[in-house]
């Protein structure tokens, strides 16, 4: 099984920082990474596909980068609905996926 | 747009099983370019993927649950359906059923809202 982590576990940012999130894969898995945003009491949302892409209507200041084992999902300005948790995850083993454990991003 | 929601008890006991369905709306659960999920979410936890199933019935389930775990689908409906056996509490999560890509590149573009089932007698 491909093993997903992410740092930090948490952190706190105010409006307008720069966000950046780890994530990072037990082996290669090219670019087939995947970020979603969860909000309390919500499904999960799709931001980024396929390590870089971002998923129709998500705002621009959202971006990924990375492959191979290491990656990052960075928000250029973080806005106040931007606090949530963010999750990766893995499609190389498509259709066994997993997540990594999460990020909570909350107001300084 | 794809539409998708999950339906089943939301209290279940100990050691019995929990039957879920999924009905996919204003989309085809025999389209090839995706398999369909369940996932859950114990409360303040991560998301655990459960398994998958394709619209033509290939099965595929997570390592640590592949004995209880059950997922079928029903073309006529266009619905698909999870049984979760010898349930404990550790099982009490929000169950989310979701599409994924048949494509590695892309991952989950859909979810249901998600459903809380509570694991007690």
């Known amino acids: 099984d491909i093993q997903m982590t992410q740092s930090p576990s948490s952190l706190s940012a105010s409006v307008g920082d720069r966000v950046t999130i780890t994530c990072r894969a037990s082996?290669?898995?090219?670019?087939?990474l995947n970020w979603y945003q969860q909000k309390p009491g919500k499904a999960p949302k799709a931001l980024i596909y396929?390590?870089?892409s971002l998923q129709g209507g998500v705002p621009s200041r959202f971006s990924g980068s990375g492959s191979g084992t290491d990656f990052t999902l960075t928000i250029s300005s973080l806005q106040p609905e931007d606090f949530a948790t963010y999750y990766c995850q893995q499609s190389y083993s498509t259709p066994r996926i997993t997540f990594g454990p999460g990020t909570k991003v909350v107001v300084k | 747009q794809l539409q998708l929601q999950e339906s089943g008890p939301r209290l279940v006991k100990p050691s019995e099983t929990l039957s879920l369905t999924c009905t996919v709306s204003n989309g085809s659960i025999s389209d090839n370019t995706y398999y369909w999920d369940w996932i859950r979410q114990p409360p303040g936890k991560g998301l655990e993927w459960l398994g998958s199933?394709?619209?033509?019935?290939?099965?595929y389930y997570n390592p640590s649950l592949k004995s209880r775990v059950t997922i079928s689908v029903d073309t006529s409906e266009n619905r698909f359906s999870l049984k979760l056996s010898s349930l404990t509490a550790a099982d009490t999560a929000v169950y989310f059923c979701?599409?994924?890509?048949?494509?590695?590149?892309?991952?989950?573009?859909?979810w249901g809202p998600g459903t809380l089932v509570t694991v007690s007698s």
């Open positions: 199933i394709y619209f033509r019935g290939s099965t």
């Open positions: 082996q290669s898995i090219s670019n087939y």
């Open positions: 979701a599409r994924l890509s048949y494509r590695s590149s892309s991952g989950i573009d859909s």
């Open positions: 396929g390590g870089s």
